[in-house]
């Protein structure tokens, strides 16, 4: 089933989003997330010598540098573990994680 048939628009945009994010540095991993306003943030995987970020890292990173007090919902996709921790440490208890194929067919719902 397409994820457009599955999810309502808001959150197929966010797997829309974390799908060009993996694509245009052909990262191995994509994230996006909604903060309380309806903003949207991505972002991919990025190893620079030792220096490694997760996609969902720099999502949220730029989240908070823009000034957010809350997540709605997170996206990551690809070989990336939801990183159930990180996610809960910035908006708590009961935030939804898609976790997406890096086609960005839903494979797991979970919650933090």
């Known amino acids: ?6 999810l309502g628009a808001e959150d197929a945009k966010l797997i829309t989003l974390a799908m060009g994010a993996r694509g245009r540095i ?3 991993e994509g994230a996006a997330v909604r903060d309380e306003m309806g903003r ?3 972002g991919a995987s990025i190893s620079v010598g030792e220096f490694r970020l997760s ?5 949220i990173a ?3 540098a823009a000034g ?6 997170a996206v990551i996709l690809g ?3 939801a990183d159930l921790s990180l996610i809960r440490n910035f908006s708590g208890d009961g935030t ?12 797991e719902r979970l919650v933090t």
């Open 79 to 81: 070989a990336e573990q």
């Open 55 to 59: 996609a969902i890292e720099l999502a």
């Open 96 to 107: 939804p994680v898609l976790q997406c194929s890096a086609s960005g067919e839903v494979l």
């Open 26 to 28: 052909a990262a191995t």
């Open 40 to 42: 949207t943030y991505s």
């Open 68 to 73: 957010a007090r809350g997540l709605e919902l």
């Open 62 to 64: 730029q989240l908070v």
């Open 1 to 6: 089933m397409p994820v457009s048939d599955e």
